[in-house]
C-alpha cells in the first residue's frame, strides 16, 4: 500500500522557519519524483517544489526560490522541506506527492501529474 505522511507544520511567526517531513512507503522510492504541493482556502493547490528522487534534480515556484529548500533521503525514503523566512502568506494546507518517473528531463511539478498524495499538513504564519 502506498502511504505518503506528512509532519512538521504547526503555527510560527513572520520571519520564522519550519522543516516539513514526508515519509514514503509502499513504492520503489528512487522512481519517483516527490513534490510539495500547498493549498490555502478558496485558491488552487499549487506545486512549489519538487525532487527526483532518481537524480536529485529540484524545481522551485518563484514564489519560495531563495526561501525554501527541498531535500532526500533515499536511505529513509523521506523528503524535506525546509521553510525559511516565512511569510503571512505561505499560510496553507502543505501536502507531499509522488510521481513515477517515466524518463522526463525535468522534475515535473504540477498537481494533476501526481498519482499518490498524503493527508496534508497545516503550516500558518502569524504576521
Known amino acids: 500500500e502506498v502511504q505518503l505522511v506528512e509532519s512538521g507544520g504547526g503555527l510560527v511567526q513572520a520571519g520564522g522557519s519550519l522543516r516539513l517531513s514526508c515519509a514514503a512507503s509502499?513504492?520503489?522510492?528512487?522512481?519517483?519524483?516527490i513534490g510539495w504541493f500547498r493549498q490555502a482556502p478558496g485558491k488552487e493547490r499549487e506545486g512549489f517544489s519538487c525532487i527526483s528522487s532518481s537524480d536529485g534534480s529540484t524545481y522551485y515556484a518563484d514564489s519560495v526560490k531563495g526561501r525554501f529548500t527541498i531535500s532526500s533521503d533515499n536511505a529513509k525514503n523521506t523528503v524535506y522541506l525546509q521553510m525559511n523566512s516565512l511569510k503571512p502568506e505561505d499560510t496553507a494546507v502543505y501536502y507531499c506527492?509522488?510521481?513515477?518517473?517515466?524518463?522526463?528531463?525535468?522534475?515535473?511539478?504540477?498537481?494533476?501529474?501526481?498519482?499518490?498524495w498524503g493527508q496534508g499538513t497545516q503550516v500558518t504564519v502569524s504576521s
Open positions: 509502499g513504492f520503489t522510492f528512487d522512481d519517483y519524483a
Open positions: 506527492a509522488a510521481e513515477q518517473l517515466l524518463g522526463e528531463t525535468m522534475v515535473r511539478c504540477s498537481p494533476h501529474e501526481y498519482d499518490y
